[in-house]
């Protein structure tokens, strides 16, 4: 046998030769690293080979790899803004600015950081995505902090855009204090308990060693602004002198008219990565558990003022999904939860819900758009935006962000009643005829309990699930054909006529130890299982406030455990798009599922308003 003309046999003696050349060199290198005969120290520059081949690899990988998608708005002022304060905060130190140079720590780096203002126009805009958003291994160059925040990384690109053609002082006025009438110092005092940040956590990566790297709260940082104890002013380069976002055109929320507790809760949840930012996650973690509390009550005693900043959306339009909603596709009126009555620091602060007339526009529109494409959760244990928002278009967005922005701050918003128009005498008529087999005239459900007791709810809840039948959102075969033979107006009748039945109890025999298992679950939860208390949800003022939740107290034994183990199986993470169940339901076991039934079951029913439309 030949290859090349050349025998078999040969050619074996130069592949043995070969393969034993390849031994000997890579004995001889694992020599060397084991020896560490390498030195890997920065004193001196690369040698010109390695920075050729290091460089020439960075260059070739990130042409490769850019961003194709680029927003047409980078010349915005409010982004060159806002990437403005984050590059002097995190990329400055390193990469000078326009008329400034590098510190002699960053000039001591191999490779030296490159002054951006000098080559910034060797990179395309979507590779300067790539490069802030991926970082580059063998520097000194960082990931973004956080993944999924597309929108913070092109604000910083904005910037840096302008950098070859922006003057020293332009860029130092865009940095320079803002002039506040009052700024209150706000001491580190107590650290209060260390937070486990995961902030660099990504999904399907393991961290690095504890031993190695601490990823915890409080941190420190290149400046401790937090121990300085200035951290008003720090806030106020993005978020302005008065709170509102004007330093950044609305491109930061307005501050003042969220609440105390809703701030520090949200500092909180950007601290333990609950919450993800690349710039914000940086700023909370350097700051103590009572720096976090002080700055909510202080943007909480602010007055209430408009953000700035404009976008293109229908009012009218707005104002119909935030006080109606979208009935056909599930979606709540905005204002159930965003009213500005007490909600969000009153009886459901434990939601997280944010006050929103007068909040930035701009604002409003990127959170919803990170809702939709699931990159924004939060540490409340409710979180329904994510299914609301993928069900608004951009237009509607466009359209919620302007009527919010538009309504004076502070002000109390009403829903308005889907069922205004519905007639409870003809919706008898309709439950006589296609709901009494099941759920009885009385609401009262089946004698054996598994169909659940409708007198408990009001008429929007009962409302909202059979149109989730009807369009199969909440999957139930018999529910969704019955559904589906009425008409809209046949359901809202039938809604209206159960929803204003007064809650009645059914009393049924239900083991006393097994009832109080449930209590403390239903009003504290199980905090290593990640089970939040029942009641945060289900107790009596969220579900008074908010009418979409359902009501518990006093329902059927059977039909609840019934349910929460639906929940719990494979198919119950769709059984109701806007719900967490899924995931709480499968953190419980089967006993302390049926002990929370138990509990519910033998409550009192709450009262509701049964006051005939």
Known sequence: MKIFGYSLKSLIPGFVATVALAAVGGVVVLGFVLAGAISVAATWPDPKILYYTLHTTFKNSVWWRAAEDVPGDLDDEGRIALGAQHYANACAKCHGGPGLGQNPQALAMRPRPQHLPAVVDQFSDGELHY????????????????????????????????????????????????????????????RGPVIDNGIDDAPGQERWPREEYGYFAPSTEWRDFAIQGDVVQRCAACHGADGSGEATNGRAPNLTV?????????????????????????????????????????????????APGTVDGDIALGREIATTGKVLAAVPACVTCHNNDEVGSGPVASLDVPNLAGQSPIYIRQQLELFAAGQRQGGAPWTPMTYIASNLSTDEMDAVASYFAAEEPGQVIEAQDR????????????????????????????????????????????????VKFREDIRPNSQMGQTAKQLSMEELSNAAAYFGNLPATGVGRDIDAELAAAGSDIAQYGIEDQNVPACLTCHGPNPTEEISILPRLHGQNYVYLNERLDQFAGDSGNDLYALSPMHRIATRMTGEQREAVAAWFSVQEPLVKDVSAR
Do not use: K
Request: net charge negative; charged share 20%; proline share 5%.
């Open 258 to 306: 969220l609440s105390s507790d809703y701030i520090t809760d949200a500092l909180t949840d950007y601290a333990s990565g609950a919450r993800r930012s690349g710039i914000m996650q940086i700023v909370a973690t350097n700051l103590s558990t009572e720096q976090r509390v002080r700055l909510g009550e202080y943007y909480d005693s602010l007055p209430d003022v408009r």
């Open 131 to 190: 490069i802030l958003n991926s970082g580059v291994r063998m520097s000194a160059m960082p990931a973004w902090p956080t993944y999924g925040r597309e929108d913070e990384i092109w604000n910083v690109v904005a910037f840096i855009r302008q950098l070859p053609e922006m003057t020293a002082e332009e860029y130092t006025g865009l940095l320079q204090d803002r002039t506040l009438a009052a700024t209150p110092e706000i001491p580190y005092g107590e």
């Open 419 to 466: 069922l205004a128009d519905a007639n409870i005498e003809a919706g008898l008529d309709v439950v006589e005829r296609v709901c009494d087999e099941c759920h009885t005239v009385a609401g009262l459900g089946s004698q054996s309990g598994d169909v659940p007791n409708l007198t408990m709810q009001g008429p929007d809840y009962i409302h909202q699930q059979l």
